[in-house]
């Protein structure tokens, strides 16, 4: 008797993006090729729980974003967490996305290795694998270290084989590595501090956006947490 239909999943990838850069869209766009994603949605996050807010405004790094995947296919920009009050919690993202796709949708929430480091201090942490699949990426410039408790809950379900990740909604996580692209979002923001070219890092149309006002903005940001 033949099983269920599988859907593909979806990836949700959120960030500061101050600036987006290309580093992020290669991320995006090699993980919805390698897992087979349906698409992935680029989530801006409005105030960010664990740092202080960019120096950039909030809707300019919407437009950044906006800019950067709308001529991408399977990248879509999704604004719940900058039209959302209060802090930008993932997991009230994923559990709202889980609430409009249902029950049988699999979802993958892509993080990288700095995210992941960090993950044990989210809120709700223990809880997102009853929404989403978790996908640890490797980044050239952030090795791997997660907290003990994140291995313990993790223990048992890693899976190797991106097929898996349709086969259930939610609870496994996979390890991925894509080509390495030293792009960060710090070194952007001190190259135009520097009054230097940032052509090659950012997508054209960014680049071709920024104002004035958004280089001293950016300029002044030095948190690498907002790579």
Same mark, same amino acid.
């Given at each position: 008797m033949p099983g269920p239909e599988l859907k593909a999943p979806i990836g949700i990838f959120g960030g500061t993006f101050a600036p987006i850069h290309n580093g992020h869209l290669r991320l995006a766009i090699e993980l919805r090729e390698q897992l087979g994603l349906e698409r992935v949605l680029v989530l801006p996050a409005g105030s960010p729980p664990h740092r202080a807010a960019p120096s950039v405004p909030t809707a300019r790094r919407v437009e950044w974003t906006r800019l950067a995947v709308c001529s991408e296919p399977g990248l879509e920009i999704d604004t719940r967490e900058t039209a959302r009050g209060g802090p930008s919690y993932s997991y009230d993202s994923v559990a709202a996305l889980r609430r409009e796709l249902g029950a049988d949708r699999p979802l993958c929430l892509l993080l990288g290795d700095d995210a992941a480091n960090q993950f044990h201090t989210w809120h709700r942490w223990r809880e997102m694998l009853?929404? +989403?699949? %978790?996908?640890?990426?490797?980044?050239?410039?952030?090795p791997p270290s997660p907290s003990p408790d994140l291995v313990a809950l993790l223990r048992g379900r890693r899976v190797s084989d991106a097929k898996a990740l349709a086969q259930a909604a939610h609870g496994c996580w996979? +390890?991925?590595?894509?080509?390495? %692209? +030293?792009? @960060? @979002?710090?070194?952007i923001r001190r190259l135009l501090a520097a009054g230097r070219s940032i052509r090659g890092l950012v997508p054209d149309a960014v680049a071709d956006s920024l104002s004035v006002a958004d280089i001293d903005a950016l300029s002044r940001d030095e948190d690498p947490a907002y790579d």
């Open positions: 009853d929404l +989403a699949h %978790l996908i640890f990426v490797e980044r050239p410039y952030e996979m +390890a991925c590595s894509i080509p390495p %692209l +030293a792009i @960060s @979002s710090t070194r």
